[in-house]
């Protein structure tokens, strides 16, 4: 059952405290993407990877870190430094054909 | 700057009813145009796939145009359905080898019986 899963779907932190969420994929794509959403706006770009052990700062990078040490998990880690991390975070892999990004269902994190 | 911009912001239709969303974008040099659908706490799924040679894409009840010249697409709903609740996404990706698509803000519809 080829797809791409998040993991927790809910995650709460509190303040000062860093936090991890899982992204895997079995689809074996090269590049792959973190978005954060909150209400009533389009999807930000945090990070991207587009192969092992290579990754670029998206739009809002401050705040979040992660690491590309294979190709099927690209975990986002939310620091303490990012002062309003509470969101609905959206992991996604691009297969390369026609460059069609496919997304995770989502984790929500919110704060303590 | 690399701007979609998608109206209306939201819309409520009765079920059986058709509608169309608009997505009007700045992207350039633009490679393709996707609508997506994401439903309430998921993440999107994409509908249709547009180049620049094509003016027109169906998926089922849903149909998609695009003007390269005008730099304008529509997503066309036909005869709604509750399950057609959901916000739709208009994505563009630039050309030359840019991995990194433009997102508009989404049209939130509302189906209702």
């Known amino acids: 059952d080829g797809g791409i899963t998040q993991s927790p779907k809910y995650l709460f932190r509190k303040e000062g405290q860093n936090v991890t969420l899982s992204c895997e994929q079995n689809?074996?794509?090269?590049?792959m993407y973190w978005y954060r959403q909150d209400p009533g706006q389009g999807l930000r770009l945090i990070y991207y990877?587009?192969?092992?052990?290579?990754?670029q700062k998206g739009d809002i990078a401050e705040g979040y870190s992660v690491s590309r040490e294979k190709k099927e998990s690209f975990p986002l880690t939310v620091t303490s430094a990012q002062k309003n991390p509470t969101a609905f975070y959206l992991c996604?892999?691009?297969?390369?054909?026609?460059?069609?990004?496919?997304f995770g269902p989502g984790t929500r994190l919110l704060v303590l | 700057k690399n701007q979609v911009e998608q109206s209306p912001q939201s819309l409520i239709i009765l079920e059986g009813k058709n509608c169309t969303l608009q997505?009007?974008?700045?992207?350039?040099?633009?490679?393709?145009l996707r609508w997506y659908k994401q439903d309430t706490g998921r993440g999107p799924v994409s509908l249709t796939i547009?180049?620049?040679?094509?003016n027109t894409k169906s998926n089922g009840r849903y149909t998609a145009t695009l003007d390269a010249d005008t730099k304008q697409s529509s997503l066309h709903i036909t005869a709604s359905q509750l399950s057609d609740s959901a916000s739709y996404i208009c994505?563009?990706?630039?050309?030359?080898?840019?991995?990194?698509?433009?997102f508009g803000r989404g049209t939130s519809l509302i189906v209702h019986p």
């Open positions: 996604a892999s691009r297969e390369d054909l026609q460059e069609t990004q496919y």
């Open positions: 990877s587009q192969i092992v052990n290579d990754f």
């Open positions: 547009m180049t620049f040679s094509e």
């Open positions: 994505v563009v990706s630039l050309g030359g080898g840019s991995y990194i698509p433009t």
């Open positions: 997505c009007n974008y700045t992207v350039s040099p633009f490679s393709n």
């Open positions: 689809l074996n794509h090269d590049a």
